[in-house]
């Protein structure tokens, strides 16, 4: 089994800072890409960013200059620093990781994916 815990979240004001953590344990055999999604009421889930194995990052426009994602490949975590927050950043926050279960399906490179519960975040005055 996979699990996949955030912590960080939390209630700040507007232009405040948080760093969110999702910690990956279980039995995977290499995790491949690693990101954050985010859910605000009423609204699809949408990906505010994602780092590959590679360490290359790819972010939401509505983030670009405020957030940053990170990995520890070591601690097998990924990190999301958000700056200057605002009121519609206020969401339930997931971590997610695609990565491959075991050696049988790295060499069919068949990828599994998993999610964790979530962590809300909300910015307000």
């Known amino acids: 089994q996979v699990s996949l815990v955030e912590s960080g979240g939390g209630l700040v004001q507007p232009g405040e800072s948080l760093t969110l953590s999702c910690a990956v344990s279980?039995?995977?055999?290499?995790?491949?890409?690693m990101g954050w999604y985010r859910q605000a009421p009423g609204r699809q889930r949408e990906l505010v960013a994602g780092?590959?194995?590679?360490?290359?990052?790819s972010y939401a426009d509505s983030v670009k200059g405020r957030f940053t994602i990170s990995r520890d490949n070591v601690e097998n975590t990924v990190y999301l620093q958000m700056n200057s927050l605002k009121p519609e950043d206020t969401a339930v926050y997931y971590c997610?990781?695609?990565?491959?279960?075991?050696?049988?399906?790295?060499?069919?490179?068949?990828?599994?994916?998993?999610w964790g519960q979530g962590t809300q975040v909300t910015v307000s005055s």
């Open positions: 997610t990781v695609v990565g491959f279960r075991s050696l049988y399906d790295s060499r069919r490179k068949l990828e599994s994916d998993y």
């Open positions: 279980g039995s995977i055999y290499r995790i491949n890409s």
């Open positions: 780092i590959t194995s590679g360490g290359s990052t």
